[in-house]
């Protein structure tokens, strides 16, 4: 799944009938190998064919992928291992106003969902969606709308309900400027920071789980909350990310 298909070519979509096309060809920005298998599962059941399909891994492979052909729909992940693909959706946004981009991510934090629509995307549904209702998501911003995962929607509401000058004013600004002292807000609780240290001192799961008197279960799902709440697939990564917030000295 590392190579794309032509330039604008046209899909037939069986489940929508012999008079509708699939905009082609799809730039899907997705590191984790299984999420890339996922996705082009739920791209392949709506009609695409693998040529249709392009796959990057980094933001520089996308921006190789932009450069040899324009694309007609993109899906970006946030959390890639050479940067935010929120400056990806802003060079997508720039180079065709007009491009549907689907934000498939991890990141269920407000100010990384803002600045990602503020960027240009069009639509954002977090990656613990099962596959129907990642192929809604496709299908829904296919036909023009911008779909909204449902987390992310009860959050804005929750923000208009409180805030009633919130919401407009963070439409109206741009961002990443603003954005970037706002990267340490993640929701981390007290167990996971305590157990994010001791991830950053070397220490092994068992080893951790001794330390706290925890099951080495408990301790991996604090670990696995803390990857996806800084959208990350390794220890490593976590500390890296953890530091570049201010969550760890």
Known sequence: MESGGPARALQLGPEEGRDSVLPAPVLV???????????????????????????AQSIAQARERMAAQPHALALVDIGLPDGSGVSLIEQLRADDPGIPILVIS??????????ALRSGATG????????????????????GGAPIDPFIARRILELAHSTPTTLPEANASPPAEEAQPERSSVDISPREHEILQLVAQGLTNREIAEQLFLSRHTVECHIKHVYQKLAVSTRTRAVFEARSRGLLP
Request: charged fraction near 30%.
């Open 124 to 143: 954002y549904v977090l990656k613990e969606r099962d596959d129907l209702e990642l192929s809604l998501s496709v299908r829904s911003i296919l036909r």
């Open 29 to 55: 920005v997705e590191d984790d190998a299984l999420m890339q298998r996922r996705i082009f599962g739920v791209l392949a059941a709506l009609g695409y064919r693998e040529d249709a399909l392009v796959f």
């Open 106 to 115: 991890a990141w269920s934090t407000e100010d990384v969902i803002l600045t």
